[in-house]
Structures are given as C-alpha cells and as structure tokens.
C-alpha cells in the first residue's frame, strides 16, 4: 500500500516504523512543525516522527496547517491509497480526508465512544477504568467519530501511571494498524459504527478533555482510590503534586505513583512512617515521587534521608 502518514509524538514512532518494516510505501510523513526550545527558543526541535522520519530516509512535510489549497493540492499529488493518521494533531479538513484513495485510518487509544479527545489514557486512568484500549477507525469530520475497523484491548494495572500505559498502547497501536492496513488492502476490512458500539457494550460518549497543569494539586479530601488514580493518570505530565516537609519545612513534590489502601484520619495525615495519608475515605500509600531539581525515587528511598513522621500533615498550602 502506498501510505501518507501523520503524527508528531513519539507514541506515533513505532506504527511508523512498523509500517515501513511490513513493507508498505511511505510516500510522505506529515508531522507538526519544529518548535522552538533552549533557554532563550533560538532552537528549532523537531518532533519524534519528524526525527525518525528523516532517520528513515523518508520525504517530510510540516506545514502548519493543511486547510490551504495549496497543502490540499500537495496531498492529492502524493496519489496515496491510504492516510495513517495517529496523534498528528492537527485538524484534516474533509478536503484532506478525501484525498487518498481508500480515506484515512486514525489510531486512537481508547475504547470509543468513551474517552473520545485529546487525553485518553491519562483520563481512562484518573476515572479508575479497569480496561482500555487502542482502535483503528475510519476519520470523519467529527472529533474521534469515525466508524470502528478494529480494537484491542487491555487491562490498566493498579498501580500503573499514564506514562507506562502510553508506552503499551503506542506498540499495541502499531500492531492494530497494520492489521488493519492489511485488512484495508485485502478489501476485507469491515466497520462497525460507533453507535452500534456504544449499544452492545453500553458505553457512554466521554470526552478527555486535555490535560490542564492547575488539576495537578492533589485534594485529599476524596475517597483514596480516586486520589491514588489521580496522581497516576498525572504521571509523568503534568505532575500531580503535594506540600511535604521533608526535614527543611514544607515544600512542592512530586507525586507520581500511588495506591489505594485501607486507613482513616484527618485527610492529609500521614498515618505511618511510610507516607500512607489519610484521604476524606480510605488512604493512599505513595509509591514514587520527586523533590524539585531531584529524580524521581522510591518513596522508602527517599525516606531514609528524610522522614516523614506519623501525624505530618501533607497538602497544598
């Protein structure tokens, strides 16, 4: 198949390589424009599909927007079959979507219709779901509307942050789509429309909202399981976080795994030496977390150095 393919981050790198490594032609990797970074954004970064693109020996193109006729005109001459498009970010007009020759196939890490948006995986955690996915649709205009060619499906682990399911979904993503480029290829590819689905496994239409950094600040005031699914959906971006005093009054850490568990007291105290903090219901137990300008440790590590007594009180000031 002759492909145009689409994405910015790396959780698009591995469909990418995957798809070059099952032998189909990449005609053109779209992806995001450089953006600026370095003390003073003199640098020009590319993004990891541009990156890997280029390491590839792959023709790259990063306009800033495709609603141009000139960007449209640009697409159509590519002649492509078909446009793999996964976490590209910006929006095709139906102008774009209609320019291959078979459409457009979008990777989305969700089970649609839930979680449709721009932060699936760190939403499917924070709300607690017990599983989550990766389907291949066929893009429409609408936002993550498209009808569904293929899903795969997966458990999220008690304890697992955003950032380790990322990294599961973005190869289960690479498998799903060339399964189902194969399946596109073959003429074989079937679809079943989002609202069928949503009928036969009663799923609602949720919508990820992207992330916001003001959401970080962690409430202990809620039950402990939604606490610990909060710190965890924000790890490693944008950082849930917290007050500790950690021997030189209170300062600003990172939280960045947890655990529901059993306990009861004012929210906000530790119960025990071993950070396990009373929430308004339950407890959470800190797994990991970050002192500013520090790596990221085990809470017992970074506790040997600097305790944390029964009866402290953590918070956001």
Request: proline letters at 6%; a neutral charge.
């Amino acid at each position: 198949m002759r492909i145009v393919f689409m994405g910015t981050p790396a959780y698009s790198v591995p469909t990418l390589k995957a798809l070059v490594e099952a032998g189909h032609e990449i005609a053109c990797v779209y992806a995001q424009p450089p953006r600026a970074a370095g003390r003073r954004g003199l640098k020009a970064v590319p993004s990891s599909v541009q990156a890997e693109a280029e390491t590839l020996g792959l023709p790259v193109r990063t306009p800033l927007s495709l609603k141009g006729e000139a960007e449209i005109e640009a697409l159509r001459d590519l002649r492509a079959d078909v446009a793999v498009v996964v976490a590209y970010g910006l929006l095709l007009p139906q102008a774009a979507l209609d320019a291959p020759r078979l459409g457009c196939l979008n990777g989305h890490a969700s089970l649609l219709p839930r979680w449709r948006g721009a932060a699936p995986i760190q939403r499917a955690i924070e709300a607690g779901d017990a599983e989550t996915g990766v389907m291949v649709m066929a893009m429409e205009a609408g936002l993550d509307t498209g009808p569904v060619a293929l899903t795969k499906t997966v458990a999220i682990g008690g304890a697992e942050t955003s950032g380790e399911l990322h990294d599961r979904l973005s190869l289960l993503t690479a498998d799903a789509m060339v399964e189902a480029v194969a399946a596109l290829g073959a003429g074989s590819i079937a679809y079943e429309a989002q609202e069928a689905i949503a009928a036969r496994t009663g799923r609602e239409t949720i919508y990820a909202r992207k992330i916001d950094k003001a959401e970080a600040g962690i409430d202990f005031s809620g039950e402990g399981a939604s606490v610990a699914c909060r710190i965890n959906a924000f790890s490693p971006f944008p950082g849930a976080w917290t007050l500790i005093d950690l021997g030189q009054g209170p300062e600003r850490v990172k939280l960045l795994r947890a655990m529901a568990e059993a306990g009861a007291g004012e929210p906000g105290t530790a119960l025990d030496g071993r950070l396990l903090v009373a929430c308004g219901s339950g407890a959470v137990r800190i797994l990991e977390l970050q002192r500013a300008g520090g790596k990221p440790m085990p809470a017992e590590a970074l506790l040997r150095g600097a305790p944390v007594a029964a009866g402290s009180r953590l918070g956001r000031g």
